[in-house]
């Protein structure tokens, strides 16, 4: 039988510490809360009662059920009021002298069989158990913020946490109602490890002016469906924790140069910019503590003649291709009131092209999304043809054919002869070098990348990727297309992966080799970063569904073109790859889906 935990102490009574008492006390478990100082002890009370208040009038708490909870909780200054407890979960600033002090400390003040936990989100749970004579009670507990809310627990043991502990421990969170993995004491556990090599990459990218704050953020809020940008989560979990947690990350992970912090967020804590608790990090706040964004000297003038300056008038739009991404493009263009010439490889193909975008378009009507004359509009705009020479007067060419570079270039050269001069020609690839492509061309200038999203028609994003030689008129011109189409058009240079590509695949190569190591099991890899982070999907998930050999082939360009070590390929993916589990499509890859 799993312990009975009638009373916990929880000490440090910041946001994570306020919000770990309000899950215990919710619960129904007596709660010593304990800070340094009366003035400390104070905002941790406001703290409490603030979230509760809300939480009343949101109607998720009843107001007697309030008044009840905070009946549990027991206020002091001081280590000493734990003498009596259960179990103490520290909640303090991420520094190891710090911890292994309150530690020593708690060891000396709670009764031999009180277990001790830590919140730690980076720091060895090991090196804190030290500081103690009783380090196989010790154990990491961490909650993610906000801990009312966020499901997930890490349950992190040391070598020598005794099982009974792991197993007592694992049982208080299922009456917290909370979702457990347990773990070994590694760098940054699951959760971490995976979100913070991204997020310091998406600094390098912002550091390196390669997109901006906002096309980051939106392009990995749009293109995978996360909650938050990158850049304004680092606002939210503040520049200095994060800068902390890289450190040690970097420090006790074996050194991978993807968890050093970008030296951008080293002189930004030191100016000051911590992101929303100091009023302005990677954007400005309203003021310190508050979520509103507010416009500064980096916000973009997004007014629609800001956008189109130096635009070309677009009418008559080209799209070569026949497969799922070309239907969805001819689509979205003819939608949005353009005439649209699908150019296809023979007349067969264009019937193919032509039933599947009327059966879109149809599924459309039936849920009431589209009305019959909209339908019956967007298909008399579009002209089907076999022959590249209907392009001779189109305003804009979007090419969706296969991945392969010396097609691309083979059907970019053809376009140069045919086109009439000033037509923008956009290449939809998502790995490929854009100037390879425009170079085929006696163009380059014209030449720009619009990377659509599968499916096209429900996708709010494109990427579009300037060259060295794309001119300004050029990527005006697309940004008012994506502009008119309704969908969001983030500008990034013309590098391998662009921008979603390059911050997701590391991430779930990251995972990969996390599974490889045998830390944990992809089912709770899947769970922490759903759970944790509000990801839409786990990375098993996620390479299942994507194709482990598009997983593969993307962040083999990566690391080809950034010859980064920690962007190698995992070992088990080009396997898996090999042995011809591709994911879903083969009925098996990380998962096996045969009897799905």
Not at 84 to 110: G, M, N, T
Not at 243 to 259: A, F, K, V
Not at 358 to 363: F, G, H, I, R, W
């Amino acid at each position: 039988m799993a312990r009975e935990f009638s009373t916990v102490g929880v000490v440090g009574l910041g946001t994570m510490g306020a919000g770990i008492v309000e899950v215990f006390a919710r619960n129904g478990i007596d709660v010593v809360a304990v800070e340094i100082s009366e003035p400390a002890l104070e905002r941790g009370r406001v703290t409490l009662t603030g979230s509760t208040d809300r939480a009343v009038a949101k109607g998720k708490l009843a107001p007697e059920d309030r008044d009840a909870l905070l009946d549990r909780v027991h206020f002091a200054v001081g280590l000493d009021a734990l003498h009596s407890v259960d179990l103490v979960i520290e909640a303090v600033p991420e520094h190891l002298d710090l911890k292994q002090r309150i530690f020593a400390e708690l060891d000396r003040v709670c009764r031999p069989e009180t277990i001790l936990a830590t919140n730690t989100s980076s720091l060895s749970v090991t090196e804190i158990s030290v500081a103690t004579t009783r380090p196989n009670q010790v154990i990491g507990i961490h909650f993610f913020n906000p801990a009312p809310v966020m499901k997930l627990v890490e349950v992190v043991r040391t070598v020598v946490t005794a099982p009974e502990v792991v197993a007592d421990v694992e049982a208080l969170c299922a009456r917290l109602g909370k979702v457990d993995v347990t773990i070994n004491d590694r760098a940054g556990f699951i959760a971490n490890a995976l979100l913070f090599g991204y997020l310091n990459h998406a600094v390098g990218m912002f550091e390196s002016h390669y997109a901006t704050r906002e096309d980051i953020d939106a392009a990995m809020k749009l293109g995978c469906g996360l909650p938050m940008g990158p850049l304004a989560l680092m606002d939210l979990i503040g520049l200095d924790t994060a800068y902390e947690i890289l450190d040690t990350m970097y420090r006790r992970g074996g050194r991978d140069r993807r968890h050093a912090p970008v030296p951008l967020l080293k002189q930004m804590v030191t100016a000051g910019l911590l992101g929303r608790k100091s009023g302005r990090g990677f954007y400005t706040y309203e003021r310190p503590g508050s979520p509103v964004v507010v416009p500064d000297e980096a916000t973009p003038l997004a007014t629609e003649a800001a956008l189109a300056d130096g635009a070309r008038a677009i009418a008559k739009v080209g799209v070569v291709g026949s497969g799922t991404m070309a239907t969805g493009i001819i689509e979205v263009f003819a939608k949005a009131g353009y005439e649209v010439i699908s150019v296809t490889r023979g007349a067969e193909k264009s019937a193919k092209v032509c039933e599947a975008v009327k059966t879109s378009l149809n599924k459309g009507v039936v849920r009431g999304k589209l009305a019959e004359a909209d339908r019956d509009a967007a298909l008399g705009r579009i002209s089907w043809s076999a022959t590249l020479d209907h392009l001779a007067d189109v305003d804009l060419v979007v090419e969706a054919v296969v991945e392969e570079l010396s097609v691309k270039k083979a059907l970019f050269a053809s376009l140069d002869e045919i086109c009439k001069p000033g037509v923008v020609l956009a290449t939809t690839t998502s790995s490929l070098p854009v100037i390879d492509v425009a170079m085929a061309t006696h163009r380059p200038a014209d030449v720009v990348g619009l990377h659509f999203f599968n499916p096209a028609p429900i996708m709010p994003l494109v990427e579009l990727v300037r060259t060295i030689r794309t001119s300004p008129e050029t990527t005006a011109t697309a940004r008012a297309v994506c502009a008119a189409l309704g969908k969001t058009g983030v500008v990034c240079g013309d590098r391998s992966g662009f921008i979603v590509n390059a911050l997701l695949f590391p991430y779930l190569n990251d995972a990969v080799k996390m599974l490889e190591a045998s830390y944990s099991t992809a089912d709770d890899i899947d769970h922490a970063m759903k759970l944790g982070c509000g990801y839409p999907m786990g990375p098993f998930e996620l390479l299942d569904v994507v194709g482990l050999d598009v997983s593969l082939a993307i962040q083999r360009e990566l690391y080809l073109e950034l010859r980064e070590p920690g962007f190698a390929p995992a070992p088990l993916l080009e396997h898996l790859v090999t042995a011809g589990y591709l994911g879903r499509k083969t009925r098996r890859g990380f998962r096996d889906h045969s009897h799905r």
